[in-house]
């Protein structure tokens, strides 16, 4: 009796022993990425901030996938052919492929998706791609469909890579854009909830079609404005990754022997937005003696890093030229501003920037009110929360604001914010928005570099009407059980192939 209980004993045992690794492995894994930005819509094609695009690469995917060293790979679109008038692309989509809903992925949801930027050039996303390049898409079968461009296209396979998620056709027509209240795509990530102010939930696709991802069950987006707080909930575990990193916490961080930080420079550029409404604005003479007014290197020091910026191309970028630039010369504005006979009160601006968006912008504004203040130039610095800072310059209710720009493509924020004045700055050219769209429209590499020089010579002599002063670096920190989390310098912090040391993925 004793030996069978032995027995019985050694089976349980080893049941335990073989069944522990599998209860580890089902035990659900959660990511949570701490950002400084909230949403003000889910709306994929009608957004331009960082987090919707954070979460937009997630839950949706794209004919085309942008790669974190800004290449292309093929995604819903096994492969595809460019006609030898570059005008048309012949798409060959994957098949078996099913939204979250269970919708089938076909040519109709590419069909859909692109025309509907197209056909509404009110969407955001729209202005960068949209009614003036788009034609049409036809449908050849469930599976292939052409795209027909207006005209030849530079940035088309990163709007096609970045920008163009693809929607699902049928829950789209039945719902509008009350479908974005519960977003769908193919992606490796569902959506789940969204809680304003707290968080963005996501759980695991299961049935993507991918095998080596989703890696982890669930993602959680969660907006903490304040860097300090931010940084308090990495270091105790609350979250796991953190983006756009204090540059001053990361002696902190690196510190801590659980916590990695991946800091580089980055494409993205702040820069003076100006209301060419305001009387004394529109004087080129004012914002000439800004831009001279700006120690550009002093700022640098101020953030502890980046580099000074001129120009809508960053470092690597298509068109950046290093020619281009103004030195610092306080003495030559208060020249400038002399002659032209502002009184003190004429001279003074209302300055607004975003609270939470960027690591230090406060301290950066406050630093630029002292250089103008040298000068005989006044900015009331507004430090904005980032709703209302939105809403200001949606209705043009500003003198000059500052924000940023992270991109691929000089694309990607000329055409929008320069040639269809997206910020309503108010602010027209026709040789400067000529310029830009003819490098917009041309395929070769070295004319487009050359369009994009001539159009940033204009820019430099007229001050208008953005006017560039900081390249910013992208400093990233993650708690070190994350794995698989890349860096990127276009800033949409890339989620889709995170996973731990605990329990490594697949989830399937």
């Known amino acids: 009796m004793k030996k069978i209980v032995s027995l019985i004993f050694l089976i349980s045992l080893v049941l335990v022993v073989i069944g522990a690794p599998t209860l580890a492995a089902d035990q659900e894994e959660t990511v949570v990425f701490a950002r400084g930005e909230d949403f003000t819509t889910l709306d994929p094609h009608n957004n331009h901030h960082l987090s919707n695009q954070v979460v937009d690469r997630l839950i949706y995917d794209r004919l085309v996938e942008l790669q974190p060293d800004g290449s292309y790979e093929p995604g819903l679109a096994e492969s595809y052919e460019l006609s030898e008038n570059q005008k048309e692309v012949t798409f060959h989509l994957r098949e078996g492929i099913n939204f979250h809903n269970g919708e089938p992925f076909t040519s109709e949801a590419v069909k859909v998706t692109i025309e509907r930027l197209r056909d509404n050039p009110t969407l955001v996303r729209a202005q960068a791609f949209g009614p003036d390049q788009i034609d049409r898409v036809d449908i050849i079968d469930d599976y292939t469909c052409v795209l027909y461009l207006k005209t030849t296209y530079g940035p088309l396979w990163n709007q096609l890579g970045s920008i163009c998620h693809i929607i699902p056709p049928k829950a789209f027509a039945e719902q509008g854009v009350d479908l974005f209240e519960n977003p769908i795509g193919t992606g490796p990530y569902r959506f789940v909830e969204y809680l304003q102010d707290v968080n963005l939930t996501m759980e695991a696709n299961r049935d993507y079609w991918r095998e080596d991802i989703p890696k982890v069950d669930k993602i959680i987006y969660k907006p903490i404005l304040e860097s300090s707080t931010q940084i308090a909930a990495l270091l105790t575990g609350e979250v796991d990754i953190v983006d756009m990193v204090h540059p001053d916490q990361v002696p902190v961080l690196e510190a801590d022997t659980g916590i990695t930080v991946l800091r580089d420079a980055a494409w993205d550029a702040w820069f003076y937005q100006f209301n060419m409404k305001h009387p004394i604005l529109s004087d080129v003479r004012v914002r000439t003696a800004i831009d001279l007014a700006t120690d550009r290197q002093y700022l640098v020091e101020v953030m502890g890093g980046g580099a000074p910026a001129y120009m809508w191309s960053y470092p690597g970028m298509v068109g950046y030229t290093p020619d281009i630039k103004t030195e610092y010369n306080p003495e030559k504005a208060r020249k400038i501003l002399k002659q032209t006979d502002y009184t003190a009160e004429e001279l003074t601006f209302s300055y607004k920037v975003p609270e939470g968006w960027y690591p ?22 507004e430090v904005t929360e ?67 020089v001539q159009a940033y010579q ?38 889709r192939t995170v996973d731990t040391v605990e329990n490594p993925g697949p989830v399937k």
Do not use: C, W
């Open 360 to 381: 230090k912008m406060s301290e950066v504004a406050v630093a630029i009110q002292s250089m103008m203040a040298d000068v005989g130039i006044t900015f009331n610095v």
């Open 458 to 495: 204009i820019m430099n002599a007229v001050k208008v009407p953005q006017l560039h002063f900081f390249l910013m670096e992208t400093i990233y920190a993650h708690r070190d059980r994350i794995t698989g989390f890349p860096f990127v310098p276009f800033k949409i912090a890339n989620l």
């Open 386 to 452: 980032g709703a209302a800072f939105i809403e200001s310059r949606a209705a043009a209710n500003y003198d000059i604001f500052t924000t940023g720009a992270a991109m691929t493509d000089p694309g990607n924020a000329t055409i929008a914010r320069v040639v269809k004045d997206q910020d309503h700055s108010s602010y027209m050219n026709k040789e400067l928005n000529d310029l830009i769209m003819a490098a917009a429209n041309t395929v070769d590499p070295e004319l487009r570099h050359d369009y994009y």
